[in-house]
Structure formats: C-alpha cells, structure tokens
C-alpha cells in the first residue's frame, strides 16, 4: 500500500467515526429513543417512580446539536460505580481496554519515536526521491528498509527485550489486581443460592425407584450434615411429553459444604454422580441437557468438525480478499475494471479501504454461529456458553483473520520452508511484513466498527419501523440488552496481537491501534452505563483468557523476531532472542499456579470465613426458604393471570 491510500483510508473513517459520535449526540437526545440509548436509565426510573416516567420533552434547539457531555459523563464513571452497576465482569471488560491503552502508549512511544526513524533511514528498499513521498509504500516505515547486517537492527532487538519486559509486568499486575478484586466481591457480597448448590449429572436411577428418592437418598446418607434439598431438573418441549432427566440441583446449608461436594468424586464410576458447579438461577440456561455423557461428547465432536469446516470456508473467503489488495490481481479476476482501477482515488480506496471493510463485515456474522455451536454442547448457564463461545471466536479469529491473511499468497510460493518446522520462523518472517498494509487499513477501518457500537443501527432502524405500528404501555418492561462478551473480547484481543505482532516488524501500526483502544475505552463505558445490563456476573472469569491470548501474541512477536533476524544477516541477535519465549512461558507458567486457582474456585478459607459470618444472620432462614425454589424452571411455574379491563387481555369470546 502507498502512503497515500493510507492517507484516503485514514480519511475516511476518520470521517465516518466524527459523523457516528455526533449522529449519536443527537439521537440520544431524541425523548423517543430513550429506549435505544439509555434503556438502563429508563428501566431505572420507572421503577422509581412505579412506572408513571414521563418521557415527554418541549422542544430545544439543543437537542439537535451536537455535543460532547455524554463523553465527560463516561470518563467520570468510577470503578466502584462500574462494579455496582455492570459486577465484576463489566470491570474487567474495561480493564481490558486499560490494560491495552497502558501497553500500547508505551509500544507507540518507542515505535514512533524509535523505530520507525531507525526503518525510514535505512536503505534496503533503495528509494532515492523522497519528495513524492505519498506515491512511495509505506514499507519505508518498516524493518524491511533496515539494511542486511546493519547495527541498526540492535535498537529492534533491545525493543523487543523492553516491550516484553512491559508487558509482562503488566500482566501480573492486572491479574494480581484483578484476583484480589475478585476475592474482596465475594466476601462484599450477600449470600448467593450459587454458592450454596451444585448441579448433579449422571443420577443412576434403578428399575422401580425415581431421581427424586434417589438424590434424596444419596445425599442424606453422604452428607447428613451439610445436605438441604433438591430440585430434579425437567425437559419442557412443545412437542414431547414432560420428561424426567437425571439429574439435579442440589442445594446445602453452607458454601464449604457445597464446594466440598463439588471437588471430591462421588462414585468409583467417574460417569455417575458427576457434580459441577451451579450457576445463578438467572444464568441457568433451560433447555440444556443432554440427556448422557455420550450424546454430551457426541455434540461436541459434531461441533468441533463444524467450527473446522467454518474456519477452512473462511480461509477461502480471506483469499479473494487479499486479493483486492493488489490492483494487478484484481485486473486479472475482472479485466472490464481495467479502465476504472486506473482512476487514482478509485484504486486507492479498492485496495486501503474496501478489504479490510469486507473482512470487517464477514466477520461480524461469525459470533453468532459460535454462540449457537457452544449452545449444541450442552452448557448449563449462558455464562458457560459465552465463555465457550469466546473461546471459538478467539480462535477462529487468530486463524482465519490473522493467519490466513498472511498466509493467504504465499504458502505455495514458500511451501519448502512450511514443510519443515525449524523454517516456521523464517516463513512467518517473510509472510507476516508483506500483510502489515493490510492490517494497518484493517485498524483503521476498525474506527468506524467501533464508533458504530454507539448509533446502535440495527436495533434503531428496528424501532421506526415497529414504533409506528404499536402502541407501547406506559408500564411496559423496557428491554435492556446485555454486553456481548464471546464477541467483544476476541475483537479486543486480536488488535492486541496485531500491535504486538507488528511492533518490531511495522511500528506504524501502534498509533492507529492505539486511537481504536481510545475508542473503545470511552464507548463502552458509555453503553455500561446506559444501555448494558449484566444477565450474568462470572465474578471476573474472562480474565484468564486475556492473560493467555497476550502470553500467545508475545511468544509469536519472538517467534517473528528470530526469523527476521535472521533474515537480515544478524544471527547474533537471532540467538539471543531465543531465551525470551522460553521466559516468557515459564513467567506464564508462574502466574497460572500463583492465580489460576482464585478464578477456578474459591478457597476454604474464603468459603468457612463466609459461612461463620452468616452464622447468626437472621436472614440466612429466609435464604434458605428461597434456596429450595430458587432453580424451578420457569417454564413449569403457574402463570399468574390477573383480570384486567384492558381491551388488549380481553377474552375473546364473552358470554
């Protein structure tokens, strides 16, 4: 890409992203989307005022100005405010955001400042003009223009040395940080019925007997003194008959009692009797079971071969992409364009804008059908299924957006180097700069993505089309969406990788990925606070997963840096950035042990200090009344139909 297309593609979504913030500074304004924009507020005040909220407004001509309020409203958004209102998930959505904004200001400093004129020196590429500097590539920028064997490359190799040190002390503190936050919420918190029950699979039923007789058994004679009662769980359809499926929310009198139960097997028959945790009753996805461990493994061997496909058919997707990228490539698929590519605006914004804008689209049909696949595998929560989900977008979007973007062109030309695993090095050291234009355009398409979370499309082009045809209560539920988590953070998570990929090989990138992180830090503490609304809280179990997929992206940038090295006739530095992806995983292999437990379940310690605070509390009697109800299938509670003079409820037929 030449600097000036990167110009038109900077432009324009530069453009679109001031449109979107002031499109939405007005819209928010309109008392008829009050529901679109502030769905969390509304919700709130109508309770206040039991449902009477007037959302009626005399006309202003401030409101059809834009302006910049809501945006000193987000950044004031306290973290104690964040965790009252989103839990513990929604802080360490935006922790996120600050962890990148943290690493990136520092990565961008040294790139700009260091790097990118160490790169635009050098004279690998020999560019003698530079007055038509827009017409030149943008690998000016990169290490590709560092000369073979030059001692410039030192200052690439102390970076790497530095930014690895960064990040790795950042990440121990975010997660020694948000470990404690985790801890001290448990102990802040009320008593929670999850606390105090698991969910039982596997009930072995004998001829003659029921599941219920059959827990109630079971529990009363192993655990006399903690067992408080159960609820079996049931298969509603439309279609079937109730069923009685084996298994189980079991409730106890403590939280130890509880745990103890969760992590001792219950049978020599690792099949039966198999206990996990329950989730909260609002995070209990109903129609969840299958009914064994076999159809459970069955599901996920079917969904695993349709996540491989999904990925290869996206492979073929980003090939035709690429393409784009190269007016010569594109003359050849559609020689009737000939004429129209040689227009210098019009080639400009084919090849630095509309790929990166077509990848963007595809790839935001794709966390749907990874919902709807980790929902196949039987999860018991809409907790576990985004985190399932999360972990299906993560991967998918490491290979089918990163990896097959540049490998996409060049495996067959390079197919003896990925024949032999000691040459991975060198095959990413020559595929990955060749894409560093296309990922930069990506970036910065990314600007309008994100702005547009704000205008909210869909769901306001959906709103005056129904507005007109019905006619809504002044009582009516407002609906308040919720944050989605298995498709936001493997967004986050993947411009996390790009920046650090493309540090060494194509600094350029950081200030571009830097605005987007700016983006996001300020638009989504907006939407947390007036328009999500957590249906869930994990209590922080999200983390882990940034914490690894950062581990990943720092041992791939040494992976690079070894093949680029070498590359570039400095074996030296080749062989002394070795040691640094083996610190790096055996500093991750150190925090796995020092904090991976705390998010996997929370220590007797935590549990018995708990449960003898609760000892003496008058409430803990009403708790448990609620506990043995608390997991009934809505589907099976009787309906409460009240009389009303309402023409809308009004039978059909009257006497």
């Known amino acids: 890409m030449i600097v000036s297309a990167l110009l038109t593609a900077v432009g324009l979504n530069l453009l679109f992203t001031v449109l979107l913030f002031a499109l939405y500074s007005i819209l928010r304004k309109q008392p008829g989307n009050l529901s679109i924009y502030a769905p969390r507020l ?7 005022d039991d449902g009477e909220t007037q959302t009626r407004a005399h006309f202003s001509i401030d409101n059809i100005l834009p302006s910049v309020g809501w945006v000193r409203a987000a950044w004031r958004l306290s973290e104690e405010d964040l965790l009252a209102s989103s839990g513990l998930d929604g802080v360490v959505f935006m922790r996120i955001f600050v962890f990148c904004l943290r690493v990136f200001s520092v990565a961008g400093i040294i790139g700009i400042f260091v790097l990118v004129p160490v790169n635009y020196l050098g004279d690998q590429l020999s560019i003698d003009d530079f007055s ?18 030059s001692n410039r490359l030192w200052f690439h190799f102390s970076a790497a040395y530095i930014i690895t040190t960064f990040v790795c002390y950042l990440l121990y503190d975010e997660y020694k940080y948000i470990s404690a936050k985790r801890l001290s919420h448990f102990m802040a918190s009320k008593p929670m019925h999850h606390h105090f029950t698991i969910l039982v699979r596997g009930i072995p039923v004998r001829s003659g007997g029921s599941i219920s007789n059959t827990v109630e058994r079971f529990f009363m004679d192993y655990y006399p003194s903690t067992y408080l009662s159960h609820v079996v769980v049931h298969q509603t359809s439309k279609l079937r008959h109730l069923i009685e499926i084996p298994a189980a929310f079991v409730c106890f009198k403590s939280r130890f009692g509880a745990a103890s139960c969760i992590n001792i097997p219950q049978s020599d028959n690792p099949t039966e009797w198999v206990t996990e945790p329950a989730p909260e009753p609002r995070d209990v996805y109903w129609p969840f079971f299958s009914t064994s461990f076999t159809q459970r493994w069955i599901s996920k061997f079917i969904v695993f071969v349709a996540s491989f496909f999904l990925i290869i058919i996206f492979l073929l ?27 210098a605006v019009v080639s400009q914004v084919i090849t630095g804008y509309l790929p990166s804008l077509l990848l963007q689209l595809l790839s935001s049909q794709i966390p749907p059908l990874m919902k709807l696949f980790s929902t196949m595998q039987g999860y018991i929560a809409n907790s576990e299924i985004e985190k399932s989900a999360c972990g299906k977008m993560l991967w998918f979007t490491i290979w ?72 809504k209560e002044s009582n009516e539920k407002i609906n308040e969406p919720s944050i989605s ?94 040691p640094l992806p083996i610190l790096t995983l055996l500093f991750n292999e150190y925090c796995k042990k020092r904090f991976s437990p705390i998010f996997q379940a929370y220590s007797a310690e935590a549990l018995i200090k708990k449960d003898r605070g609760d000892e003496n509390s008058p409430e803990m009697r009403d708790f448990y009344e609620k506990l043995v109800t608390a997991y009934r299938d809505p589907a099976l509670m009787p309906l409460n139909c009240s009389v009303t003079s309402n023409d809308r409820h009004s039978p059909l037929l009257s006497q």
């Open 132 to 149: 038509d500097l827009p017409n030149k590539s943008i690998d000016l920028f990169s290490i590709s223009n560092v000369d073979n064997g």
């Open 42 to 48: 509304l919700a709130a005040a109508r309770q206040a």
């Open 317 to 343: 997707v980003a090939a035709f992409v690429q393409g784009l990228t190269y007016l010569e490539q594109l003359e050849i698929w559609l020689p009737f364009l000939k004429n129209v590519l040689k227009i």
């Open 485 to 578: 988590y298995h498709s936001e953070i493997p967004r986050i998570l993947l411009f996390g990788l790009l920046g650090l990929t493309y540090f060494i090989l194509a600094p350029l990138i950081l200030p571009f990925i830097l605005v987007y992180f700016g983006l996001g830090y300020i638009i989504y503490r907006n939407q947390l606070l007036n328009i999500y609304s957590p249906k869930y809280d994990t209590g922080g179990r999200f983390w882990p997963i940034v914490h690894n997929t950062t581990i990943f992206s720092l041992v791939l940038m040494h992976i690079i840096t070894i093949g680029i090295f070498g590359l570039k006739k400095l074996p030296l530095a080749s062989s002394l950035i070795v």
């Open 400 to 471: 089918s957006i990163f990896f097959a973007n540049v490998l996409t062109g060049s495996v067959t030309s390079q197919l003896e180097l990925l024949l032999d695993p000691k040459n991975i090095p060198a095959l990413l050291a020559i595929v990955v700069p060749a894409q560093a234009s296309f990922f930069i355009a990506y970036v910065v398409t990314s600007w309008t993505s994100v702005s547009s979370e704000l205008t909210q499309t869909m769901v306001l082009l959906s709103h005056l089309f129904t507005c007109p045809c019905s006619k």
